[in-house]
């Protein structure tokens, strides 16, 4: 266990404080600054970084608490070369400002030095639940506390995160990172229910409000796999990819044993689908021991979700790939996966294989929906959402964003999605709120002259 946990040992090492200095006065602070355009929650970039030119760490820091709960995280996971780093204006003559490892420095410095402890404003605005805390729930719950609301995060795990601790492995995002900010968020005022789940048992939708909270906010993500109708997809041999880093994630924390992991050392793995999530799991196959991982994907190089960047570094680690490619059938030898026929351009090869993991999506489970009324969705589980308040579903009083709503599908554009969610909550509440004091007392006070 000693020799693989080092393998998922971060790969991508953060800069010292001479090496963040010396880049963040590469930057050239334009007057109309591209990187904050191509950042999906419109950081104030070029000010944070001036901030960082001149040593003042905890001056950047302020700027970047004003738009993100999770700035660690997004430093690292964030896929910067098409957003922030990709606008950069540096970046035509192969010279863009490494954003993303500028603000995973200032937030790191940050954490380890606890620099910044934010004065808060009185919690008396009003109560939210947040059910779930992945990107999303936590974006709401950051930012609805410093608004001055009272904010109570339901979660059926048994520690918070969701995605970020669950689902991105530990070599890309390490999870002592993510509890770093989580605890940030508690420090705002923030209370975690862990091991609650909501939607099972007497805690529904309606029970939260009979508890008081003034509004609901939905994040709950996609936690039903989509699968393939392939002839042999039933074996055992055959999983979800989340399932997967999910079990590997617990074995890396101690939770699990080795053995539980499934895929053992000298494996022969396929992966189906080519986004992040199939790079995740074709990377970490290698890292737990596999001897060849490939993925295979139906259509070409240039057409597939994933960063390039994250493919680039999956072949320098050996993970193998076939375009244009699908596989068609899964065989077993008494009930044990042993073979997989792969389809290109007609022609069939069969290979060896022990284990299929499958990364093509996931669906909203429907916990929360059906025991609930008043919350439509569309065809495929998708909660139905409002533009006015912003989030709203059909069930007054209850938001929904991130995955279940079909909007987001990377950890920043989840917080982007949830911000606006954020303050339509705001919004809703404090009409509710208005409208209730009018008509407790006929009509406002006016005030004295």
């Given at each position: 266990?000693?020799?693989?946990?080092?393998?998922?040992?971060?790969?991508?090492?953060?800069?010292?404080?001479?090496?963040?200095?010396?880049?963040?006065?590469?930057?050239?602070?334009?007057?109309?600054?591209?990187?904050?355009?191509?950042?999906?929650?419109s950081?104030?970039?070029?000010?944070?970084?001036?901030?960082l030119?001149?040593?003042?760490?905890?001056?950047?820091?302020?700027i970047?608490?004003n738009k993100?709960?999770?700035?660690?995280?997004?430093?690292?996971?964030?896929?910067?070369?098409?957003?922030?780093?990709?606008?950069?204006?540096?970046?035509?003559?192969?010279?863009?400002?490494?954003?993303?490892?500028?603000?995973?420095?200032?937030?790191?410095?940050?954490?380890?030095?606890?620099?910044i402890?934010?004065n808060?404003?009185?919690?008396?605005?009003?109560?939210?639940?947040?059910?779930?805390?992945?990107?999303?729930g936590l974006?709401?719950a950051?930012?609805?506390?410093?608004?001055?609301?009272n904010?109570?995060i339901?979660?059926?795990?048994?520690?918070?995160?969701?995605?970020?601790?669950?689902?991105?492995?530990?070599?890309?995002?390490?999870?002592?990172?993510?509890?770093r900010?989580?605890?940030?968020?508690?420090?705002?005022?923030v209370?975690?229910?862990?091991?609650?789940?909501?939607?099972?048992?007497?805690?529904?939708?309606?029970?939260?409000?009979?508890?008081?909270?003034?509004?609901?906010?939905?994040?709950?993500?996609?936690g039903?796999p989509?699968k393939?109708?392939?002839?042999?997809s039933?074996?055992?041999?055959?999983r979800?990819?989340?399932?997967?880093?999910r079990?590997?994630?617990l074995?890396?924390?101690g939770?699990?044993?080795?053995?539980?992991?499934?895929?053992?050392e000298?494996?022969?793995?396929?992966?189906?689908?080519?986004?992040?999530?199939?790079?995740d799991?074709?990377?970490?196959?290698?890292?737990?021991?596999?001897?060849?991982v490939?993925?295979v994907?139906?259509?070409?190089?240039?057409?597939?979700?994933?960063?390039?960047?994250?493919?680039?570094?999956?072949?320098?680690?050996?993970?193998?790939?076939?375009?244009q490619?699908s596989i068609?059938?899964?065989?077993?030898?008494?009930?044990?996966?042993?073979?997989?026929?792969?389809e290109?351009?007609?022609?069939?090869?069969?290979?060896?294989?022990?284990?299929?993991?499958?990364a093509?999506?996931?669906?909203?489970?429907?916990?929360?929906?059906?025991?609930?009324?008043?919350?439509?969705?569309?065809?495929?589980?998708?909660?139905?959402?409002?533009?006015?308040?912003y989030?709203?579903?059909t069930?007054?009083?209850?938001?929904?964003g991130?995955?279940?709503?079909?909007?987001?599908?990377?950890?920043?554009?989840a917080?982007?999605d949830?911000?606006?969610?954020a303050?339509?909550?705001?919004?809703?509440?404090?009409?509710?709120?208005?409208?209730?004091?009018?008509?407790?007392?006929g009509?406002?006070?006016?005030?004295?002259?």
């Open positions: 266990m000693e020799t693989e946990n080092k393998s998922f040992q971060e790969v991508n090492e953060g800069y010292t404080m001479l090496e963040a200095i010396n880049e963040a006065k590469r930057c050239l602070h334009c007057k109309v600054p591209q990187c904050k355009k191509g950042c999906p929650i950081h104030d970039i070029p000010d944070w970084i001036h901030e030119s001149m040593g003042n760490l905890g001056n950047a820091m302020n970047i608490n993100s709960n999770l700035p660690s995280v997004c430093g690292r996971v964030c896929p910067h070369e098409k957003q922030c780093e990709g606008h950069c204006v540096l970046n035509k003559r192969g010279e863009g400002i490494r954003v993303g490892k500028l603000e995973r420095f200032i937030a790191d410095f940050d954490g380890n030095m606890s620099l402890r934010e808060l404003l009185p919690k008396t605005r009003g109560k939210i639940a947040v059910i779930g805390s992945g990107p999303a974006t709401i950051g930012d609805m506390a410093r608004q001055g609301f904010v109570e339901f979660e059926m795990e048994p520690e918070p995160g969701g995605v970020l601790m669950f689902g991105i492995p530990e070599y890309r995002l390490p999870k002592e990172i993510v509890r900010e989580i605890k940030k968020i508690e420090e705002l005022g209370v975690f229910h862990c091991n609650t789940t909501v939607g099972k048992g007497d805690l529904t939708i309606e029970k939260l409000f009979e508890m008081g909270y003034d509004a609901i906010f939905m994040g709950t993500g996609t039903v989509k393939l109708h392939i002839p042999g039933n074996l055992k041999g055959v979800q990819a989340i399932w997967f880093l079990r590997v994630s074995y890396n924390e939770n699990l044993s080795r053995e539980e992991v499934v895929v053992h000298g494996n022969r793995v396929f992966v189906i689908g080519c986004g992040n999530t199939a790079m799991a074709a990377r970490t196959a290698v890292r737990i021991g596999a001897s060849h490939e993925v994907y139906h259509r070409t190089v240039n057409e597939m979700s994933a960063l390039r960047s994250e493919y680039e570094d999956a072949v320098a680690e050996g993970v193998k790939f076939s375009w490619s068609v059938e899964i065989h077993d030898d008494n009930g044990t996966l042993n073979e997989v026929v792969i290109s351009n007609g022609e069939r090869r069969t290979e060896k294989a022990d284990f299929v993991i499958m093509v999506g996931s669906a909203p489970a429907s916990r929360i929906v059906s025991t609930t009324t008043g919350i439509d969705v569309d065809e495929r589980g998708y909660v139905l959402t409002r533009e006015k308040p989030g709203m579903t069930r007054k009083g209850v938001f929904a991130g995955d279940v709503v079909n909007r987001p599908s990377t950890v920043v554009l917080m982007r949830a911000k606006r969610v303050e339509g909550m705001a919004q809703y509440v404090d009409a509710v709120k208005l409208i209730e004091a009018v008509n407790e007392k009509e406002m006070k006016k005030p004295e002259v």
